[in-house]
């Protein structure tokens, strides 16, 4: 079995920062591409920020700028360092990640169980 526990949220007052973490374990044989996504309530999931295996990162408009996306491939974890958080960036943060585990030859995709971000104005 393969698991995604993201840590690192809270409560934080609008300019402030936080960094997220996202720590893969279980029967994997690789990781591929990882990515963070958020819900804000009310809306659709939408990605935030993937970070590729050639170490190619990508992030959504909304965010350019403001957060960071960086994998550590030692401890299969990936880490998203957010400054200046607006309240619109509220919602509930997901990690994902395509892994090759013992137990299948392809990559699957996993998510997270969500780590919630809550920024006041």
Sequence with gaps: QVHLVESGGGLVQAGGSLRLSCEASGSIVSIDAMGWYRQAPGKQR?????????????????????????RDTAKNT????????????????????GIVSVDSPYVNEYWGQGTQVTVSS
């Design 78 to 97: 990936m880490y998203l360092v957010m400054y200046s958080l607006k309240p619109e960036d509220t919602a509930i943060y997901y990690c994902n990640a």
């Design 46 to 70: 939408e990605l935030v920020a993937t970070f590729r295996n050639r170490g190619t990162t990508d992030y959504a408009d909304s965010v350019k700028g403001r957060f960071a996306v960086s």
